[in-house]
Structure formats: C-alpha cells, structure tokens
C-alpha cells in the first residue's frame, strides 16, 4: 500500500472533489444526488470541520466531509459521515485513513454521533463503516426513488 497524506479540503480542491463525486454518483451506489453541485451549494451543505482529502504521491484520491444531521440545537453533536474514493485508488487504504481521521476530528468538536446512510449494494463501504465500529441501526426500505427505482439504505451510527 502507498503512504496516504491527509489535509484540510478547501476550495482550491473542488474541482477534484467534485470529480471524485460525479464518479461516486454515476456509479449509482453511493447517493441519492443526481448532479454534482457547485461549490456555494456543497459548502453550505457540509460542517466547516471534518474536511479533508486524503492525496497520494500529491494526488487526490479522496475525500470526507460532514454534514449536520438537523439544525435544532439538541442535535449539534451528531453529524452524517460522507466520504468519497476515487476507484483508481480503491485498495490503498484512503478510505481507512480517511475515515479514521474523520472520526478524530469529530472527538475533538464534540461529536457523540456520527450516522452514515450506505445502499445495501455498497459492500465495500459497509465494511470499511463496520470495520470502525458502526453498528447498524436499520434498513430504511424504499426510502427515494434513484433513476425512477425505489432504493434502500442502511443506517449506521458510531458513538464517539
């Protein structure tokens, strides 16, 4: 496996995360979204904590980033887990490394939940979830149609 670094994203990075994202959202596996955003759109979406890329040899493979589970006060510690790798990197470990980083961050805000919603049919990505100790909540049948077919999702949460 090569040596995976992770930094803050920031907005110099968009291009390449939105990239990474519209492969993520093709694939038909990975969100509910049809369309990559723009940028204003995604960063308003997302925490201003929790960003980061995880870059090999200097490129890009991947990315994480948070998003606040609701707006209401006695939520502001549980947050959604998102996080994104380019298939031609899949197998070095980023999204390990991505995730385990993620969940540092979150400690250090004063996350106590962090909630992921996976397709069933994303093996890779329920495992990697797993393998960080979520625990699956539940399925959450038939929740929204995706290309006019009905999809499911698991719902996994870790307590920090």
């Not at 960063?43 to 040899?57: A, P």
């Not at 006060?73 to 998102?82: A, F, I, K, L």
Request: net charge neutral; hydrophobic share 40%.
């Amino acid at each position: 496996m090569k040596s995976v670094q992770v930094r803050d994203l920031d907005k110099n990075d968009w291009k390449r995360v939105r990239d990474i994202y519209k492969i993520g959202i093709d694939s038909g596996n990975a969100t509910f979204e049809t369309n990559a955003p723009d940028w204003d759109y995604w960063n308003n979406s997302k925490l201003s904590f929790g960003r980061l890329i995880g870059e090999i040899e200097g490129k890009t493979a991947g990315w994480v980033a948070l998003s606040p589970y609701s707006s209401r006060q006695v939520y502001r510690g549980v947050v959604e887990v998102g996080i994104y790798v380019d298939p031609d990197f899949q197998g070095n470990g980023i999204g390990s490394v991505l995730l385990d980083s993620v969940l540092n961050v979150c400690e250090e805000e004063g996350v106590w939940t962090v909630q992921a919603s996976i397709f069933p049919e994303n093996v890779a990505s329920l495992a990697l979830h797993q393998k960080f100790g979520f625990r699956m909540v539940g399925r959450r049948e038939r929740i929204a149609q995706l290309n006019g077919k009905w999809r499911d999702v698991m719902l996994l949460e870790k307590r920090l």
